[in-house]
């Protein structure tokens, strides 16, 4: 017969002594953003599964109202989707009454994502490719 694929629970990162870098989370991560009626909805991804692991225990509800500030008192739900190495939030109420009555300067939160993107993050130094880090120190040779 052939092989059932195996599912459990995901694996927690575990973060070493190893040193971290400030850098965009856009460095690690993708993102896509829209709106639902009044909700906006901003899954991210990352590209490898150790990165998955930091992003799902870095990335929760009280990470994701500090970085996006307009989040900070309206309902949010996480889930985790780990089959696609992403975490989507649901922003309940954000966008108002939703896109047709909005007068807002983003009112279908398409932005969303790409500001989380921007947001500085402090992410461990193995998970980054040297070519990813224009903004990390080099040696001196």
């Known amino acids: 017969g052939t092989a059932r694929p195996r599912f459990g629970r995901p694996q927690p990162y575990r973060p070493g002594a190893g040193r971290t870098v400030r850098l965009p989370l856009g460095t690690l991560v993708g993102a896509r953003s829209g709106d639902r009626c009044g909700d906006a909805t901003v899954g991210v991804w990352a590209r490898d599964e150790r990165s998955h692991r930091w992003l799902r225990d870095y990335l929760d509800v009280p990470r994701l109202r500090s970085l996006l500030p307009e989040t ?9 989707l780990p089959n696609l190495r992403a975490v989507n939030f649901v922003v309940h109420g954000l966008l108002g009454d939703g896109v047709t009555v909005s007068a807002g300067a983003d009112p279908q939160a398409r932005t969303l994502g790409e500001r989380l993107r921007g947001c500085l993050a402090d992410i461990p130094d193995h998970l980054v490719d040297l070519p990813q880090r224009p903004y990390a120190s080099m040696p001196d040779d």
């Open 72 to 80: 900070a008192r309206l309902p949010v739900s996480r889930y985790e």
